[in-house]
């Protein structure tokens, strides 16, 4: 498929919608009392700490809803007021926040539903609305949209849109794009949709991995078995690394993407001479500025002294697991869940750890003064972590009475 064409044809249809129904100020105070908080403000007023008792919470100076995020709620509050009596899907979660999503059903915005780890379509009728999540969608499924006759509102970041043309131009000029992401991510497989040829690698190990197979060759088969879920149909590494440019999940580690595309720079530039290197590796900046400044954030707070971390974003939420990393790497016990009834009464809390797992913690409050570190990520309202923050202080509270 020519999707940039195909994009084009959309961008000028009737159906399509990028730009919000200009209902913003009608829907800016539902969206102030159901995700704003005046307790967030006053710790952001006190150089974002605050003490009560024997806890002193330090807030990360970034953290929280991003502007792509806020945008795309607000549109999908607008949606619902532009089409009070329609029939409304979004193709995923809007963004990764169990609170959020749960307000979405409420407005009877309905997910489409997954059968067999597939969408079906089946169930979404011409004239139908149907909402783009902040991360995108596939070209495939919004062929679907657009043929349907459904109509889109694309609540599509503009930092995804720019990888989108990144990736796009390394198809223009026959490059095999380098995607830094998760190859399950909703936003790299639609990232990989837009792209020719591409390869998906998880983390610098990868990355050197495949920096080696284009300096020395190795096992083609080890090769194909390891990418088999992260490359284009019929990749071929023997053939299709010889040209090569970066692209990125928006919210993956911002310094790990970096030293991969210096990796691919180096490793090409040692393959080819510096004077060929521009035929063999394009590099454009696609880090998205809201990932970086909360994870720029997050480095500063963990400088602290702190007893412990509290890590606060949907489990599902890439950019919030890579807040938890950079805790996890500071030796730093790190406490990562999704909303405030995960900590328990009786000094008890249920979290994901960072393989995955979910687990309970018994005793994580510990006795005496402690400094507890807090950060959300990019897909959590302040009111969350109001609604965290206050918890803490009441289960603390508790600890000292036993
Ligand atoms: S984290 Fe960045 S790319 Fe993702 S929605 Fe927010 S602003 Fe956009």
Redesign the pocket.
Known sequence: MDTKAFKRTLQHSENYNRKGFGHQAEVANQLESEYQSSLIQEIRDRNYTLQRGDVTIRLAQAFGF????ERAVAMAYETRQHFPAEKIWITNEIIHNPAVNQRMQEMEVEFVPVEAGKKDFTVVATGDVVILP??GASVQEMQILHDKGCKIVDTT?P??SKVWNTVEKHKKVDYTSIIHGKYKHEETVATSSFAGKYLIVLNLQEAEYVANYILNGGNRDEFLTKFAKACSVGFDPDQDLARVGIANQ??MLKGETEKIGKLFEHTMMQKYGPTELNQHFQSFNTI?D??QERQDAMLELVQDDLDLMVVIGGFNSS?TTQLQQIAAEKGIHSYHIDSVGRIKSGNSIEHRQLNGELVITENWLPDGEIIVGITSG?STPDKVVEDVIEKIFVEKAKVILV
């Open positions: 991003c502007w792509g995020v902040a991360f970041c930092w995804v928006t919210t998205c809201a990932t950019n990019a």
